[in-house]
Every structure is written in C-alpha cells, then in structure tokens.
C-alpha cells in the first residue's frame, strides 16, 4: 500500500497551468493528424511565429516541435495582450510502422505542415502460396513475400 498526501489546490493549479498555460510555458499549439493512404498528415498552427525559430527533431519514436513568438519589444505602450508569447513546445510519440528517416516538413500562411509516410515494411504484401495439384492462389498478409510448396 502506497500512502501519497494530495493537496487539492496544488491539483487545481496544476491542471489550470496545463490548460490555460502561463507566460512562462504558454499553451500548447493547436494541431490535426490524419491519414492520407500511406502517409499521416500532420498540421501544427503557429501565427506570428518566424519560420527560423521553429525546430523540429526526431529522437528514437518521438517528435518533438519547439517554435519562439518573442516578447514585443520597443517604447509602445501595450493596450492587449491575448496572444500567448515565449516558447513553445509539442512532444508526439510517433509508432514503429512509420518512415522517420523520410519526413517532409513545410511552413506557409502560419501553419507548419508535415508529411510522415508509413514505412515499406508496415504496408501489407501478398503472399503467394502453391497449392499441389498445380493451382496457385494468393493470400494477403503482412509479412513479405514466399512461396510455400506443399
């Protein structure tokens, strides 16, 4: 039996700072993945963020996005500020059927635009099988292609 002392309102600032963000470590950057026949698609939105600031590295299975929309600076007096600045960062844990060494990245219009093709080996294949008496017929599976004598 494990014994853990919660404190409710460190909970709730806790959860707050990860939904609402902080201007230290501002929200994440909204995002939509899908798949697109033998490729996922993914599309981060990064307005009023500099194309040099953003970096982008795969570590193992996991990709990771950073972009920089700095602190306005100058002698203007600020009247709003809703736009979340500083530094931000996005993790995504990327499957072994994925093609990591082939990743095409591309940024216009505030958007940040990857293409993750599913790797040859995770596609599936036809397997050939002959059959005695002199017929042959195929068989779809996920592994590569034999032929079996029977």
């Known amino acids: 039996m494990v014994l853990m002392r919660t404190d409710p309102f460190r909970e709730l600032d806790r959860l707050s700072q990860q939904l609402l963000g902080t201007a230290a470590r501002p929200t994440l950057m909204p ?3 899908w798949r697109e026949g033998d490729s996922f698609h993914v599309e981060f939105d990064l307005p009023g963020v ?8 795969v570590e193992r299975n996991v990709l990771t996005v950073r972009a920089d929309r700095p602190f306005r600076e100058g002698p203007s007096e600020l009247l709003a500020a809703e736009r979340p600045r500083g530094v931000f960062s996005r993790q995504l844990i990327l499957g072994d059927n994925l093609d ?3 990743i095409q990245a591309s940024y ?23 059959v005695s008496g002199g017929g042959e017929r195929t068989i779809k599976g996920e592994t590569e292609q034999h032929s079996i004598d029977a």
């Open 31 to 33: 995002m939509d993945a």
């Open 50 to 57: 500099d194309a040099d600031s953003i970096d982008l590295d």
């Open 100 to 102: 990591l060494d082939r």
């Open 108 to 130: 216009s219009d505030g958007v940040l635009r990857l293409v993750i093709p599913v790797a040859e080996k995770a596609k599936p294949r036809k397997i050939s099988i002959d």
